[in-house]
């Protein structure tokens, strides 16, 4: 079992994305969240685990032309490798193409979820959506299209650094998402960040009771600092 699993499940069950969010513009790490146009296909889903980055791109080659690139005339590119290689708690993290075609569907999901992988967050469109809805497993998208990758666009590599809109993903880095956002906590803040949120969350549930019994909000910031 991932030895992760004890607290990336408490994180899961208990932590709202927002206070991790939080920690991480006190540290100065100002930009970690990604677009917000990124959305669970549904809004209970919430991801934590770590990432394992996919290199996605365009590459629309015709059949009858032979390519002099190594994946130039293989389907999908090095996709299925990619899926394959999914970890215990990781996350298919994936960005590069354009938004044409679909990213992930539901073969991909039936494969990760025997994998016990953490999640999928796909910059990009995913397919199949009631098919992932009935496996109850966590993906994250622009939305809904059918359109298919095969002819369209390839995995180039995996496991290695790539960006969202200039957020840096690395392989390791500790993702959690829920409806409110997906954030990226690099692997040498995270242990930090996570002791820093789960107190701010104490003192943000006590600021909470003093507010209902009467305490007025500039009164409540002065004194606790929170809001």
Same mark, same amino acid.
């Given at each position: /079992?991932?030895?992760?699993?004890?607290?990336?499940?408490?994180?899961? !069950?208990?932590?709202?994305?927002?206070?991790?969010?939080?920690?991480?513009?006190?540290?100065?790490?100002?930009?970690?969240?990604?677009?917000?146009?990124? #959305?669970?296909? !549904? +809004?209970?889903?919430? &991801? $934590?685990?770590?990432? /394992?980055?996919?290199?996605?791109?365009?590459? /629309?080659?015709?059949?009858?032309?032979? @390519?002099?690139?190594?994946?130039?005339?293989?389907?999908?590119? &090095?996709?299925?490798?990619?899926?394959? !290689?999914?970890?215990?708690?990781?996350?298919?993290?994936? @960005?590069?193409?354009?938004?044409?075609?679909?990213?992930?569907?539901?073969?991909?999901?039936?494969?990760?979820?025997?994998?016990?992988?953490?999640?999928?967050?796909?910059?990009?469109? @995913?397919?199949?959506?009631?098919?992932?809805?009935?496996?109850?497993?966590?993906?994250? @998208?622009?939305?809904?299209?059918? *359109?298919?990758? #095969?002819?369209?666009? #390839? $995995?180039?590599?995996?496991?290695?650094?790539?960006?969202?809109?200039? &957020?840096?993903? +690395?392989?390791?880095?500790?993702?959690? %998402?829920?409806?409110?956002?997906?954030?990226?906590?690099?692997?040498?803040?995270?242990?930090?960040?996570?002791?820093?949120?789960?107190?701010? *969350?104490?003192?943000?549930?006590?600021? *909470? *009771?003093?507010?209902?019994?009467?305490?007025? %909000? $500039?009164?409540?910031?002065?004194?606790?600092?929170?809001?």
């Amino acid at each position: /079992m991932n030895v992760d699993n004890e607290l990336f499940n408490k994180i899961k !069950s208990t932590l709202p994305v927002a206070l991790l969010g939080d920690i991480l513009d006190e540290l100065g790490l100002q930009h970690q969240f990604l677009p917000p146009i990124l #959305k669970p296909l !549904s +809004e209970d889903m919430k &991801i $934590v685990g770590r990432a /394992m980055p996919v290199l996605e791109s365009d590459y /629309m080659l015709p059949p009858d032309v032979k @390519s002099n690139g190594p994946l130039g005339n293989k389907d999908f590119g &090095i996709m299925f490798e990619a899926l394959d !290689s999914l970890k215990d708690g990781e996350v298919y993290i994936a @960005s590069g193409s354009s938004h044409n075609y679909a990213l992930w569907g539901g073969l991909m999901t039936t494969r990760a979820k025997k994998l016990n992988a953490a999640g999928a967050i796909i910059y990009g469109y @995913s397919r199949d959506k009631r098919e992932i809805l009935d496996l109850d497993f966590p993906v994250f @998208s622009l939305g809904s299209y059918a *359109q298919d990758q #095969k002819i369209r666009g #390839k $995995v180039l590599d995996y496991r290695v650094p790539i960006k969202i809109n200039n &957020i840096l993903i +690395e392989p390791g880095d500790l993702i959690v %998402a829920d409806e409110e956002g997906v954030l990226i906590i690099p692997k040498n803040v995270e242990t930090y960040v996570i002791e820093k949120a789960f107190e701010k *969350q104490k003192m943000e549930n006590k600021v *909470q *009771q003093e507010i209902a019994k009467g305490m007025s %909000a $500039v009164e409540a910031y002065n004194k606790f600092g929170v809001m």
